[in-house]
Nanobody, 117 residues
Framework: QVQLVESGGGLVQAGGSLRLSCAASRSIFSINNEIMGWYRQAPGKQRELVAVITSGGSTNYADSVKGRFLISRDNAKNTVYLQMNSLKPEDTAVYYC?????????WGQGTQVTVSS
């Protein structure tokens, strides 16, 4: 089991940057095959994948954020980050952190990101 706490959201103008953090209550990636990810949900829309990183360090991004967002991790701090650059109004959403390990899935409570035009 793991508790995930997101932070770093806020209001930013289009073209700006934010860095989201996801702090885990235990060591992450200490177990092979754990996948940490960032997802987002805009009002009236389904939750969608933004970026994931595996225990082996592989990453994957949604096409809409490739080249603008970067997922990274700090194992010593049990934290996963999402650096978001060149933000657009369509990036406005609640951003959630997720841990996937086998059949177990854990979500954080989410952090609001609002991008003004």
């Amino acid at each position: 089991q793991v508790q995930l706490v997101e932070s770093g959201g806020g209001l930013v103008q289009a073209g700006g940057s934010l860095r989201l953090s996801c702090a885990a209550s235990r060591s992450i990636f200490s177990i092979n095959n754990e996948i940490m990810g960032w997802y987002r949900q805009a009002p009236g829309k389904q939750r969608e994948l933004v970026a994931v990183i595996t225990s082996g360090g592989s990453t994957n991004y949604a096409d809409s954020v490739k080249g603008r967002f970067l997922i990274s991790r700090d194992n010593a701090k049990n934290t996963v980050y999402l650096q978001m650059n060149s933000l657009k109004p369509e990036d406005t959403a609640v951003y959630y952190c997720k841990s996937s390990l086998g059949s177990s899935t854990y979500w954080g409570q989410g952090t609001q990101v609002t991008v003004s035009s």
